[in-house]
């Protein structure tokens, strides 16, 4: 459908590939040097739905203090238990590409996948995703939680285009 929303998964990664420690640090990240805010702004201004996995969901509230970030935008955080919604999100626990395609063909800006590893590897998995913006950083962190987990699928990209913010390297591809 020509019509649809974009599913954009908007992430930095080390330059090995993870998103987090294996105890969901961050450190490492904030010690690189960026440009402003690394084309967050810009970014977000184009997505009008979130979508987060639990523990990432719980990791932004720890690191936010409680005051949850994204309060002007329509969330959904993926869980695997019963959760109340609230005034910030609505918990999802069905299927992701019903959910997907339903959000997909309502009118809107795109939809962001935060995060986490989990939550991203299956929609790429089920091909849901339109467009990846990684961020690299200039870091190696040798292990941690992997951008992208090892399993049966393959997806053919289109480069779309590059951004260097200071020690930072944002790659845009197009899902074909």
């Known amino acids: 459908m020509k019509n649809q929303r974009k599913l954009v998964l908007f992430i930095a990664t080390s330059l090995d590939g993870y998103i987090a420690t294996k105890d969901d ?11 402003g805010d690394n084309g967050y702004s810009k970014f977000y201004e184009t997505v009008d739905t979130i979508l987060l996995g639990r523990r990432t969901y719980d990791w932004i509230l720890d690191f936010e203090k409680g005051d949850f970030p994204y309060k002007n935008k329509d969330c959904y955080v993926f869980s695997r238990t019963a959760n109340q919604d609230n005034s910030n999100v609505k918990f999802i626990n069905g299927d992701i590409v019903h959910f997907t395609n339903e959000l997909k063909n309502k009118k809107g800006k795109s939809i962001w996948i935060v995060g986490g590893g989990e939550l991203v590897h299956a929609f790429l998995k089920e091909k849901l995703v339109d467009e990846l913006i990684i961020t690299v950083a200039s870091v190696i962190i040798g292990k941690g939680i992997p951008l992208f987990k090892e399993d049966d699928y393959e997806l053919e990209l289109t480069l779309k285009s590059i951004n260097r913010f200071n020690q930072f390297a944002e790659l845009h591809y197009e899902v074909k």
């Open 25 to 35: 640090s961050l450190d490492w990240l904030f010690k690189v040097d960026g440009e």
